[in-house]
């Protein structure tokens, strides 16, 4: 029987809904996704020390603490600051994964190498915003976004 884990499928569900938010609103709602991001880390965070994952908990939730603060006091920064978190965890996961070896190539295998794949394309989209309200940034950040959610959603249940 497959296992579902509920924070994987709580994040795949918070992508979804930022990168709806970033179509729908564009600039505007970059406060408000820093917020759900932020929280996002905090409670990923909070559920990887209950799992005994203390470091990677604990990194987390700074990061989660330090995007809510970026988020609402330097709205152009947290752009940079997100860019630069998605990227390196985009970077970390591929070198995690290639690691791995497979003698078959599976959907939810699939799924874990595109996912790491969206987070560098969304944080390259959010390094050329340069600070304007480019509402292609934001367009297609949201189409990744939404992307990543679903792919992290079919990696959730098909493991």
């Given at each position: ?5 509920g924070?994987?499928?709580f ?5 979804i ?35 005994k ?21 330097f ?20 070198c ?40 292609w ?6 189409i ?16």
């Open positions: 029987m497959k296992k579902i884990r924070n994987e499928i994040v795949a569900v918070a992508l809904a930022i990168g709806a938010l970033f179509m729908i609103y564009k600039s505007e709602i970059i406060s408000i996704a820093m917020t759900l991001i932020g929280v996002t880390f905090i409670v990923s965070g909070v559920v990887d020390i209950l799992r994952m203390t470091m990677i908990g604990v990194i987390k939730i700074v990061i989660g603490v330090l995007v809510l603060m970026a988020g609402w006091l709205i152009t920064l947290a752009l940079y600051i997100l860019g630069a978190c998605l990227l390196v965890a985009g970077i970390s996961e591929i995690r994964l290639s690691a791995i070896k497979t003698k078959k190539m599976t959907l939810a295998l699939a799924m874990h190498y595109l996912q790491p794949v969206i987070y560098i394309l969304v944080a390259i989209c959010l390094f050329f915003n340069q600070g304007g309200a480019l509402s940034v934001f367009t297609v950040s949201g990744f976004l939404i992307i990543d959610g679903i792919v992290a959603l079919i990696g959730a249940f098909d493991k």
